[in-house]
Nanobody
Framework: VQLQASGGGSVQAGDSLRLSCALS????????MGWSRQAPRKEREFVAA????????AYGDSVKGRFTVSKDNGKSRLYLQMNSLKPEDTAVYYC?????????????????WGRGTLVTVSS
């Protein structure tokens, strides 16, 4: 399984950005997926997760109401729509995958991780 995240960049506070993640090598529909992020000098933080069929979602407290995770099984793509960005959202964002039929949860132990994409939000 290979994961490739894209869509990061530098934006101003209040702007929006959409991250994308492609999964190759396996049946996309069998995988729950998620996003985590790591800011400089901080531990990796859970951001969002979505189950295999795209119905169940979970979010970290710091992004609830601002970020939306979605999954396009037809295009084998995972997305993270980020609105009302804040400087504290600055981090490297990683997408991840886990082959499971379970519902989305902040406690999901993902098996596969992609390279991150950097998001920088300036005030």
């Amino acid at each position: 399984v290979q994961l490739q995240a894209s869509g990061g960049g530098s934006v101003q506070a209040g702007d929006s950005l959409r991250l994308s993640c492609a999964l190759s090598g396996r049946a996309f529909t069998a995988y729950a997926m998620g996003w985590s992020r790591q800011a400089p000098r901080k531990e990796r933080e859970f951001v969002a997760a979505i189950n295999a069929n795209g119905i169940s979602t979970a979010y970290g407290d710091s992004v609830k109401g601002r970020f939306t995770v979605s999954k396009d099984n037809g295009k084998s793509r995972l997305y993270l729509q980020m609105n009302s960005l804040k400087p504290e959202d600055t981090a490297v964002y990683y997408c991840a995958a886990l082959q499971t039929g379970a519902g989305a949860s902040p406690n999901m132990k993902f098996d596969y991780w992609g390279r991150g994409t950097l998001v920088t939000v300036s005030s």
